[in-house]
DNA sequence: AAGTGGTCTAGACCACCCC
DNA sequence: GGGTGGTCTAGACCACTTT
């Protein structure tokens, strides 16, 4: 007989529950109790048909009901394995500090190196175009052209982070900020040498299931939300001097943020 | 002859991509561009089928799709119905700051009634218990009990919030702070006149699918994730005098940080 | 070749909503 | 009562992975 009696109960199918969602609840209360534990394999389809005398329709369906919820994923051909949890990159809120602009790396490289991580930055495009809705908003509806930086941001290969960073067309255009190389301390320390210092950032944050484009960008699995994160930058002239959009897939990333009790 | 061809093509039944999907993308296409609006109903399965010329489960496997996309959802016997953008609710992180504890009422009362909204707070429960792993680890090793002050907000009738205060037992037993209404300025009035003078708070911000019981207690729709956010709240000591943990319907808030660039 | 998940069909019965 | 979505069955064929 088959070993799933250890791990897993029957179904009653008079019970008010659906089936599928009584079958969700076992696989769901052995993979919390580890009695599966993070990338192990579930059993198969045929074996939970099998074990709780159902058709392979009600099994699926309460394989998508923990998928939906980022519990479990499944690889056509292999399997349905319990998600390990990620490898986690802390974004702090003092990232853009002066102090850690004055070496030459980025802040992404420098900080993935201490964590013991490979990162990447890949996607890399500079282009000159029309501002969005969400752009002209930020940077000042005076604003009808800008530069665009794209980038893809990787860790031991793995995508975790689609970045546009939107730049007023007088202050970026013929500078080295329109270069793919902004050099060392990256477009803020540029910013700042062209006479816009820094005074402050505005950063919005959303989450929200990611789009199609997204997950084939960010290979997300399903179940997966993004963290959207807008920050806008100003001079000490309280100009809006760029506008950065971040897409992050949220089962990479805690963002953390220290306030002053004022 | 149905109305739909006008808003809908045909699948190619030969493509590599599933038909399924295909109907997904046309679904998803023609609300994006606004031949469904917000909150109108799409075409009951019985119609789709119709349209499509395919099984049934082949349409609800794309109302799936779409669903966990978080842009419609199901409502039984009623139809399936384009999400509706729900009002949301804009954190400031300057919320907690000491001039805005001054008047009487809550920062989330006071805030929702001025953007229009009519705020609700309820499951209010305050008791003793054994600090969590995860609340132990920030307010101290050596804080075994605390107090839990939990309650769940709601905008419109709508859940939306739902937050644990913990804090240490030595500071908070047998004062206001243990009482269901801490009074005027809340719980950070309370510690300042108990001599804990508030200096910073650590937040941290994750974004993850729901767990059924925040399912349920938010009363969330399929395709909405949660933020979690976890606070900190630090005296001027710098001891940890609260950890304030929340997990909000993701579709009802946008945080916003001001950061400055020091 | 065997095992796995991915897609799809053609039905069935039920529960809920609205007229 | 008629329309809607919710659940479930019992098959079928396919694509991918592993042996």
Redesign the pocket.
């Known amino acids: 007989m088959s070993s799933l009696p250890g791990r897993l109960g029957t179904v009653d199918?008079t019970s008010d529950r659906?089936?599928?969602?009584q079958i969700a609840d076992q696989l769901r209360e052995a993979i919390d109790r580890g009695r599966f534990s993070e990338g192990e394999k579930?059993p198969?389809?045929?074996?939970l048909v099998e074990h709780y005398g159902?058709?392979?329709?009600?099994v699926?369906?309460s394989f998508s009901v923990l998928q939906g919820e980022g519990l479990v994923h499944?690889?056509?051909?292999?399997?349905?394995f319990v998600r390990p949890r990620q490898p986690v990159r802390r974004l702090a809120s003092d990232r853009f500090a002066r102090r850690h602009r004055e070496q030459g790396k980025s802040a992404f490289l420098v900080e993935a190196d201490a964590a013991g991580s490979h990162p990447e930055v890949d996607s890399l495009e500079v282009k000159e175009e029309k501002a969005g809705r969400d752009v002209a908003v930020r940077l000042g509806s005076s604003v009808r052209r800008v530069l665009a930086r794209r980038r893809r941001y990787l860790l031991d290969g793995r995508p975790v982070e689609f970045a546009t960073s939107y730049l007023p067309i007088d202050i970026a255009r013929a500078t080295r900020i329109a270069e793919p190389d902004p050099g060392p301390g990256g477009i803020y320390a540029r910013l700042e040498e062209l006479g816009h210092r820094l005074d402050r950032f505005d950063e919005e944050i959303r989450a929200r299931m990611p789009s199609p484009a997204e997950v084939r960008t960010l290979r997300l699995a399903s179940g997966v939300p993004v963290i959207h994160l807008i920050r806008t930058a100003y001079d000490t002239d309280g100009r809006a001097v760029e506008v950065c959009d971040t897409v992050m897939a949220a089962d990479a990333y805690v963002l953390a943020y220290q306030l002053p009790a004022t």
Do not use: C, I, K
């Not at 659906?18 to 969602?21: E, G, L, N």
């Not at 198969?44 to 074996?47: K, L, P, Q, V």
């Not at 159902?54 to 009600?58: E, G, I, L, P």
């Open positions: 199918p659906a089936v599928f969602r579930l198969s389809e045929a074996e159902v058709s392979r329709m009600t699926r369906n499944a690889e056509h051909g292999r399997g349905v």
